[in-house]
């Protein structure tokens, strides 16, 4: 005969969270070992911290404090931030949290946290009891959240967007503060976290940006009229070829005419090499400047011409 697994109510198997089931893992910590991957030494209950009491407190085989915070019912803030406190008071590098019913906010916080930056192991961990027949309650542990090497990249990844975001909006922000000094073409735009910024030449369809990299930066005209445009923009930007010679001389030196074929916009660039976002910020003036002087070179050796254009 084949008997049924029959989930059993967690009060009817510890009464009380502090003094039932806190006192049975303590007793029986090897339970977590198989679920966890790792084994967990020396527990001991209701170690203080400040105004509060970590349930377990324990070490794993390297000797570096893990905590565990028990909830025999569904997860709540007050106890995700006592794992958080814990976590500092002891200078612990593993969390454990054990609950009946985890939410779905707490399950996301725990993946979030788990993708930081901090050298910290978070786990959520769901409990339940069950019986087969009428065989005495036994445990049953399920991990819904661990750490991982992907949520690890995940988090390493995150933090790079976010250096970078910063860094290009702080190299922005002291190109347009620069660049009021020198025309007013950009004085409208606002720095971003983006790669580019741009405003209008003064005709539809035709705009004068920066793109920066962590490398270099570039000032371009780009003529784009819009979707389904390819041939109308193909066609501003050879009859502004037309004067190649006249505006390359009045800017000083060569530019890049890009047809961009097989895409829509057509663009006229120059590339400055000197530097970019990742170059030390003492090093941004130089590099600043430079753009900024090719950019109103740029736009003074278009602008008579892109007026013209029929």
């Known amino acids: ?61 390297s000797g570096n404090p893990v905590i565990i915070e028990n909830q025999l019912e569904k997860s709540d803030h007050d106890h995700l931030g006592k794992i958080i406190t814990y976590l500092a008071a002891f200078d612990a590098k593993t969390a454990i949290w054990i609950v009946a019913h985890p939410r779905q906010e707490h399950i996301d916080a725990i993946s979030w946290l788990n993708q930081g930056s901090n050298d910290c192991d978070f786990y959520l961990l769901k409990l339940e009891a ?46 347009l503060e620069l660049s009021k000094q020198k025309h007013s073409l950009f004085n409208s735009i606002s720095p971003t976290k983006d790669t580019w910024i741009g405003t209008s030449a003064g005709k539809r369809g035709f705009q004068y940006s920066y793109w920066l990299t962590k490398d270099s930066i570039r000032t371009e005209l780009r003529i784009d009229l819009g979707k389904d445009t390819e041939a109308e923009n193909l066609r501003l930007f050879n009859q502004l070829k037309t004067h190649q010679a006249e505006i390359e001389g009045k800017h000083g030196g060569p530019l890049e005419w890009n047809e961009a ?15 970019g976002y990742r170059n030390p910020e003492n090093e941004w003036d130089s590099i600043i400047s430079e753009a900024i002087d090719t950019m109103k070179r740029l736009e003074e050796a278009t602008k008579p011409f892109i007026i013209k254009l029929k």
Do not use: Y
Not at 261 to 275: A, D, L, P, S
């Open 261 to 275: 074929e097989g895409f829509r916009v057509c663009i006229v660039r120059q590339v400055i090499n000197i530097g």
């Open 1 to 61: 005969m084949i008997e049924r697994i029959q989930r059993v109510a967690l009060r009817k198997v510890w009464k009380h969270e502090a003094h039932d089931f806190t006192v049975w893992l303590e007793a029986n910590i090897d339970v977590l070992t198989d679920i966890l991957g790792f084994e967990i030494l020396n527990p001991e209950r209701e170690q203080s911290s400040g105004n509060f009491s970590v349930d377990v407190k324990a070490e794993d085989v």
């Open 130 to 175: 069950i019986q087969i027949g009428n065989s005495a309650p036994a445990p049953l542990i399920t991990k819904i959240v661990g750490p991982s090497e992907e949520a690890k990249q995940v988090g390493r990844i995150k933090q790079e967007d976010s250096m970078r975001h910063n860094l290009r909006l702080a190299f922005w922000t002291k190109l």
